[in-house]
């Protein structure tokens, strides 16, 4: 008891309550937002070898933000079996968070659902659109699951939507203080301090809050006035090499494949403050950039998307032309709204190459 | 285990409660910390222990059989095994390929063909603090200042000793093993301040040391000429607070987790940039080596006993060899030569007055004049070579333009570094006394807010630049 009066022990005590406090009170406001009171990450995700974090099969969020649902196979959406049915025409769409539609209020107002019933009137045949975005994965993660998850689907076209985690991982690796960004679940070796920093990441709420909000925040003051104008060095053709690496695999596969250009809520006929407003968010998570740095990125990006298409001859939608940077389309510089992903389903369905059967049962690019 | 991950937090959490939960046996307490320093010290890699093990044997040997020992002869003969065993393995770990790679150069330069095979070596963490600390034991054993310790376990745990392994401070025998043998209270007024100190330590590192690194220091010496004079000049001022808060934030560390554990450890730091000349510098710069180095080197080579010219020669001997102790390379060595010489005109000059007596407006262009020459000094000791030194000098000495490095945070941690060096001792003091003073929840409040700034500021979690040494 002597020990328990001790003013240490109630320092102590006191850490240890308001740290329960803080994790509390962002759980119940989890719970209030997406229907669970975990970690979102752990809910979402599982670990993988490969991957680095994989979507977790059967995950329900469900708040006030709207539901998500992944189904048994790891995608996003409804069920659907692993072999393609006879007569349908399947299409897989792959990217990062903009494919997967965090934002979006459910899973039939994702893009990607948006986009099957389209065709399907268009095309007027059995249609199904699968969604393999997941939030984070970069180019080189993509052509793991490509690999792995997407080619043993046997689609018949594969769209690529890629936007800002590779310019976001070249930044940090460049001008940030060479760290990469952390990867939810993965661990190289039993260790006693990897599984401490593991059991950390994946179980505590306030710490996976504090690493996403804050330390961009602190990263952003730290580096207000130093931002870069320019895009990584060999971030290009790195970025080009990947993605040609990517079709080449999906082609290998006998896969058709779409490229997108990168899309974004900002645009120099913005005045700047609205524009600075739009980039934002994309400043939070790449505090490396200035505003003319982020145009040359997203240039960079795009140039290089189409090079890719060009060199390889794929059918190309050049989103960042199409997609007006019209605030009510956009939650944030490059996550678009409810009518957003409404308008990327129909930009997409009005130029992919058609797919109606002729009467031969042939399939016309 | 780095004293900034949380695997060091639960780590030190479960020694704590364990040491204190064995507190009245002193047998018991004292195998709680030899297992947690040894489990601390494999953390870094498991065959380092074997060496650290091998050492103290030797000179936990070493000791007794000098105690015993009458003959003169014997008992130097003694102290050599226990000199040439520790500097041997220490010479050939950490300065094997130096000196092949040096040989190598001298026997290219004058036309002889010779390409020694690089030695492939473990180098374990702190094997230049705890070869230093054994060598205390053995030789104040044989000066007769100290008795042995009979009790192995007790010299096992004066040499591995967690807090201060990898990274000293370098403890003397005589201070730290009685403080073993005496029985201990957990006092409340203690801990606190132990805890204290480990948060001060963690804020000087997170929050100023590596901010000012990331921001200021690399860029700038990686690609001296990429930058302008003021961004060089910049880096160099960024690099003198960067490397006093890394260090002082370790031993911060060392100090306040030795001290929940009833334990005291050598002062570090006086205020180093306050210095008025080298000896003063050297007063306050790492204290423990460069009293070692007095105590061990210098004295033992004659000090300023045999006149002038080899008092010259001693400093620049001990200067020398400190400046090799910091690393295997050549810009190390210059900068020991570089200290060495200053000591020595220093030395010549005859300028003994303390900072006290002196007038004001001397006091104040001596400690600037002072704290630049250390600061050129602290280019030799960054700068990965002598192109790089060169470099910045020329960018520096030409005034060359280019741009200055202009973040908010890193300049606030400048000052901040500053702020925390040149804080009179008593000031902070009283500061800290009134914080102890402080309600439970109160300083429970600060230091999650400590915690939650840290969690974000932490980030590739840089290791403290004397753990390299």
Known sequence: MRVLRAKTTRVVLTVVAFLLLGETVLRVRSYLLHGSAGVADEELYLPDPVLGKALRPHARLRGSRGELTVNSLGFRGREFSREKPPGVYRVVCMGDSVVFGRYAPSDDQVWTAQLQKHLARRWGRSVEVINAGVPGYSVETNIHLLRLRVLPLRPDLIIVCQLVNDLNNASARVFGRGSAPRTAGARVRFAPGQWLAAFRDEHFLLYHIIRKNLTPLVATVSRGATRHDDVPPDFSREYERRLAELVDCARAGGSGVVLCTAWKAFGPAQPIAVQEAAAASLFLVNPYLSLPGAYAAFDAMNQAVRRVAQDRCVPLVDMAELMPTDPRLFRDAVHVSAAGEAMLAELLAERLPDARRTESGDVVH | ?469
Not at chain 2, 142 to 151: C, D, K
Not at chain 2, 264 to 280: K, Q, T
């Open chain 2, 1 to 469: 285990m780095s004293f900034t991950s949380l695997y060091f937090a639960v780590f030190f959490t479960v020694v704590f409660v364990a040491y204190w939960a064995c507190a009245r046996s002193r047998r018991l307490r004292l195998s709680v910390l030899l297992a947690a320093s040894y489990y601390f010290y494999m953390s870094w890699d498991v065959r380092c222990a074997a060496l650290l093990a091998g050492s103290t044997i030797l000179d936990f040997c070493v000791g007794l059989a000098l105690f015993r020992t009458r003959g003169a002869t014997a008992r130097r003969l003694l102290l050599a095994v226990s000199v040439c065993g520790n500097l041997g393995v220490l010479a050939t770990l950490k300065y094997g390929n130096f000196f092949l790679d040096s040989l190598h150069a001298l026997l290219a330069a004058m036309g002889v063909p010779f390409s020694p095979a690089r030695l492939d070596l473990l180098l374990p963490v702190g094997i230049s603090f705890y070869t230093f600390q054994t060598l205390t034991y053995t030789i104040d054993i044989y000066r007769g200042r100290i008795e042995p310790t009979r009790s192995i376990l007790e010299y096992a745990v004066f040499l591995a000793f967690f807090p201060r392994i990898v990274a000293g401070p370098i403890a003397r025998a005589a201070h730290f093993l009685p403080q073993l043998r005496k029985p201990v209270v957990l006092d409340d007024d203690r801990t606190l301040r132990g805890l204290l100190l480990v948060f001060r330590g963690l804020l000087k590192k997170i929050a100023i040391a590596d901010l000012l690194g990331a921001a200021f220091v690399d860029p700038v010496f990686a690609s001296p000429r990429g930058f302008g004079a003021c961004a060089n000049l910049l880096a160099v001022y960024a690099y003198a607070m960067q490397i006093y808060c890394d260090f002082s934030a370790y031993t911060d560390i060392a100090l306040g987790c030795a001290r929940m554990l009833a334990l005291e450890l050598p002062a570090n730091f006086h205020r180093p940039y306050l210095a008025i000349g080298a000896r003063d510098f050297w007063s306050r710069w790492h204290i423990s080596l460069s009293t070692w180095l007095r105590d061990y080197l210098y004295i033992p080579l004659g000090g300023n006993r045999h006149g002038r010219w080899r008092t010259y020669r001693n400093l620049a001997v001990t200067m020398l060899l400190g400046g090799l102790w910091h690393g295997a390379a050549w810009t190390f060595v210059l900068w020991g030569a570089f200290h060495g010489a200053w000591l020595s005109l220093e030395h010549a000059l005859g300028t003994r007055r303390t900072a006290e007596e002196l007038p004001p407006g001397v006091r104040f262009w001596r400690r600037l004049a002072t704290f630049h020459m250390v600061c050129c000094g602290w280019i030799l000791f960054r700068a990965d070579g002598l192109h790089t030194v060169a470099a910045m000098l020329g960018q520096i000495g030409t005034l060359a333009s280019g741009p200055v490095v202009a973040d908010r945070l890193p300049w606030l941690a400048l000052l901040l570094g500053f702020g925390f060096h040149f804080l009179p001792p008593e000031r902070v003091q009283g500061v800290l006394d009134r914080f102890v003073g402080l309600p439970a929840v109160v300083q429970g409040a600060v230091y999650t807010g400590l915690l939650v700034l840290f969690t974000a500021m932490s980030g590739s979690e840089a290791p403290f630049i004397y753990l390299q040494f």
